[in-house]
């Protein structure tokens, strides 16, 4: 991308995009790599792990419109995420894409509507669906995610520490991995309460049971056995319903595996990225 720097976020050899738009910020050399962030956060958040992929990939790490440096969509729904997201990574040769939470959901959809662009998926500690029903027990209740949203316009930043804090909830060596996402979480500015609450419309609207048998890219599906924002078995349901899926599981983990647990997150991708 090109443009002037946004922020203190950029480093060496990385090309932020322009202010106003979504920001991207790209290093590393190779067959490119899309990187999309979970619901309240940045890409900022995926540091630890950018010198592994970047030795590998030329990485696009992106701020999904309304987070980090990125502006909100209007109307701010999920098909305008994509086509936002889709417009601000550089054309060229089919991409892989790594999404986190809210960031599957981004990548699936994006599969589905541009399988030419897309040559592959890592969905991490993901779901087809956000939110519990009759027919779906591998969520969290509707009204655990509604209560984060009348909590963002009374506590806004205690609401999205204790956010954090679920997201590491049960993880073995948590307590280090939520230290660095307080610590980034702001890094960027303060998304708007009203965008986040948006945001969290979004994940409670989001279905994507019927669209999964009809995403055919190779995906690798990878949860963390103690998630509780996207249970495992959200994972497994995934990694089975789509048709060239596969499926790892890391001990110990919750939501950020590979915060939590890098070299187990590393092993679970193994070549998947560079089509091994």
Request: glycine share 10%.
């Amino acid at each position: 991308m090109t443009g002037a720097a946004t922020g203190p976020q950029s480093r060496a050899g990385e090309r932020p995009s322009a202010p106003g738009r979504v920001h991207v910020e790209s290093v590393g050399q190779g067959p490119p790599l899309v990187l999309l962030h979970g619901w309240a956060l940045h890409s900022g958040l995926w540091g630890p792990l950018l010198p592994r992929l970047a030795a590998r990939h030329r990485v696009h790490a992106v701020d999904l419109p309304g987070h980090g440096h990125s502006a909100a969509t209007d109307p701010f729904t999920l098909e305008e995420i994509v086509a936002a997201v889709d417009a601000a990574v550089p054309v060229g040769e089919p991409l892989a894409v790594l999404g986190w939470s809210l960031g599957g959901a981004v990548a699936m959809t994006w599969a589905r509507s541009q399988p030419a662009r897309i040559a592959r998926l890592a969905l991490v500690c993901t779901s087809p669906r956000f939110v519990a029903g009759p027919d779906w027990p591998h969520a969290m209740a509707a009204a655990t995610l509604s209560r984060f949203g009348d909590e963002l316009s009374v506590a806004y930043r205690a609401t999205l520490q204790r956010f954090l804090s679920l997201q590491l909830h049960g993880s073995d060596p948590g307590r280090a991995a939520l230290a660095l996402m307080r610590k980034h979480l702001f890094a960027r500015g303060e998304p708007a309460p009203e965008v986040l609450g948006a945001a969290l419309g979004i994940l409670a609207a989001i279905d994507l049971r019927a669209d999964a048998p009809s995403i055919a890219q190779p995906t690798r599906v990878i949860a963390g056995d103690r998630d509780t924002l996207a249970p495992p078995a959200a994972g497994r349901w995934l990694a089975a319903a789509m048709p060239d899926a596969t499926y790892a599981e890391i001990g110990g983990a919750g939501h950020a595996p590979f915060l939590s647990h890098p070299d187990a997150f590393d092993h679970a991708l193994g070549g998947f990225l560079d089509g091994r």
